[in-house]
């Protein structure tokens, strides 16, 4: 059986007409210490299936087991890094992450806790900023700050929500290093959304395309068999990579995109006849539009 | 100098300067005249004219209340103090009544905020009661409160019908700003610091207190201002219907008695506390928004 699994998962929201089927048919399992990376459009309903992972949203059909158990709420046994970090303004650094350490080891003395926060501040190199609050940070010390509050958690699972979406292509780059880095040092499983193929291929053990939606499902997996670490100045000359790539998104351009929609309706034309300049002003009402269906007689020549 | 401190400075007192003449030319001026009269004696009369007669002008004013603001807590008698022992009064009055507001208003406002069954139950009734006047709360208060009656051994009255009505309008009056800022804002909380919340598996109490507060802080102190600033209104409506001692006491009695020139001193003191407490509020406002 599979550490982390989703069967037959299907999820939509709104009701009647209006209802769009977000996901469909979502089968994946997760071996426990993998980095699998999802990688698909924007607006596919990725953050869907990691909130349905989470436990912040339940599926409408079908299951998702961590371990064999069904999840239906969310649990600290999986850590969420939210796409826009998802930080508390009004306190530090060491508070936000030592919030999260005090509600899932309430037992520890303190001097433990203490220490476990420090480490997880340490591991994403914010020491000199622990005492600073969210908006005195740049969005990359944000982002790692939700990550080392992740992290500090201990979960079995780690869900990382689109984490470097929004940073400039320095600081993501900064930012992979040090995910990959950790993923060396702690093996938790972990559970990678992303847009960026490039950035599932240097960080995952295997890349799942998630095809565009409505009705997104996930596309044949690729495993992403490159030595550890990988190194992105030479991984670009690597044939594997190149191959992986292809695939990837081949399937997301081809099968797995976005699909023509056929609409049809009905064209109404406005009940309203241009204005006629010759008719009289009527006192306080002026010209009134004139209706098609109002005009009760209509006279049409016809050239002899 | 600098310009921009220059016309923050100057250009308030140009303001001021100009009321103060408008208020000088509508003021009726005494006018000694030297009349023959009946008898043929030489009498001194003297009239008041002017736009309006009664009213005293900016010196007269200061030259009646000048023992009242030179003796700022003088007490002679329960209606007669220095106007500074009246704000007091009033202060005290107020206070105790804002926090009454605070205090209900605010887990109200969240009850709103986090329950839209709750919203829908009690929303009307609350739209309904927000509009109503000071004036018309102060009698319901004398009848709910009519069996009220705290007195000391001597048998003096400490907290009558009359005080516990007084602090029931302005808790009443002063209550909404509060529960509706609060609504607003706890509605107004971004998902994310929920979720947070969640995946934490925070305990109610915890999210509260580590969540919610924290995160409606901004709106609830916005609230807090407004509140006080109607809270303030009401004294003086509740004093005036009630005769207690203090601001708007003392204007009602001044103006039973036709002292003009006292009601203008209250209406000047009135004014300027009022404006006093908005700016401690807000200077308090600013700084948990800063956050």
Not at chain 1, 215 to 231: C, H, Q
Request: glycine share 8%; aromatic share 8%; proline share 6%.
């Amino acid at each position: 059986m599979a550490f982390l699994e989703l069967k037959k998962v299907r999820k939509g929201f709104g009701a009647g007409e209006k209802r769009t089927q977000v996901l469909s048919d979502i089968d994946i399992a997760i071996e426990e210490g993998e980095f699998v990376a999802i990688v698909g459009y924007s607006g596919a309903g990725k953050t869907t299936l990691i909130s349905l992972i989470a436990g912040l949203l339940r599926p409408d059909s079908g299951s998702v087991t961590l371990k064999g158990v069904e999840i239906t709420e969310p649990g600290p046994d999986r850590g969420v890094v939210f796409q826009n970090y998802s930080l508390l303004p009004w306190m530090t650094v060491y508070e936000n992450i030592a919030l999260a350490v005090d509600q899932i080891f309430p037992n520890w003395s303190p001097e433990k806790k203490k220490q476990h926060t420090e480490k997880y501040i340490a591991m994403v190199n914010l020491s000199p900023a622990r005492e600073k609050k969210p908006g005195e940070l740049s969005g990359g010390m944000r982002q790692r700050v939700s990550v080392a509050r992740a992290l500090a958690m201990e979960p079995q699972v780690l869900l990382l929500d689109e984490p470097l979406s929004a940073l400039d292509a320095l600081t993501r780059a900064t930012l992979q290093d040090e995910i990959e880095r950790i993923w060396e040092k702690e093996k938790r499983t972990v559970v990678l959304i992303t847009n960026d193929v490039d950035e599932g291929i240097l960080l995952a053990d295997r890349i799942v395309p998630l095809s565009a939606g409505p009705n997104a499902t996930l596309g044949p997996s690729v495993r992403v068999d490159i030595e550890r670490p990988r190194d992105r100045k030479a991984i670009n000359h690597d044939p594997r990579y190149k191959e992986i790539r292809r695939e990837v998104i081949g399937y997301l351009l081809g099968d797995g995109g976005r699909k023509r929609v056929k609409v049809s309706k009905t064209l109404v034309l406005p009940n309203l006849l241009p204005e006629d300049l010759d008719a009289p002003r009527q006192w306080f009402r002026g010209r009134q539009p004139r209706r098609r269906d109002e005009i009760k007689h209509e006279a049409v020549e016809i050239g002899s | 100098m600098n310009k921009t401190k220059f016309d923050s400075i100057l250009l308030p007192f140009v303001g001021i300067a100009a009321c103060v003449f408008i208020w000088w030319c509508v003021a009726g001026k005494p006018v000694t005249k030297q009349v023959r009269d009946d008898f043929g004696d030489v009498v001194t009369v003297t009239s008041r004219v002017g736009i309006s007669a009664d009213l005293p002008g900016p010196i007269e004013t200061w030259h009646k209340t000048r023992d009242y603001i030179l003796k700022p807590f003088e007490k002679r008698g329960e209606l007669d103090q220095g106007i500074l022992a009246f704000t007091w009064l009033s202060l005290k009055l107020v206070a105790q009544g804002y926090c009454i507001a605070l205090l209900v208003g605010t887990p109200i406002g969240f009850c709103l905020g986090l329950s839209k069954t709750f919203s829908k139950i009690f929303d009307p009734i609350i739209q309904i009661l927000r509009p109503v006047s000071p004036l018309a709360w102060l009698p319901l208060g004398m009848v709910l409160f009519s069996s009220v009656k705290i007195s000391d051994a001597a048998g003096h009255v400490l907290f009558g019908a009359i005080d516990a009505a007084a602090l029931f309008t302005i808790a009443v009056c002063a209550m909404w700003p509060t529960v509706l800022n609060t609504a607003v804002g706890v509605r107004a909380i971004p998902q994310d610091y929920l979720n947070v919340a969640k995946v934490l598996k925070l305990s109610r109490a915890k999210t509260l207190c580590k969540v919610l507060v924290p995160a409606t802080l901004p709106y609830m102190f916005t609230g807090f201002r407004l509140s006080l600033g109607i809270a303030w209104l009401v004294i003086v409506a509740a004093e005036m219907l009630t005769g207690r001692p203090g601001v708007g006491g003392f204007l009602w009695q001044q103006y039973n008695a036709q002292s003009f020139a006292h009601i203008i001193l209250c209406i000047l003191t009135i004014g300027v506390v009022g404006f006093v407490l908005d700016r401690l509020m807000s200077v308090v406002e600013r700084r948990f928004k800063a956050v």
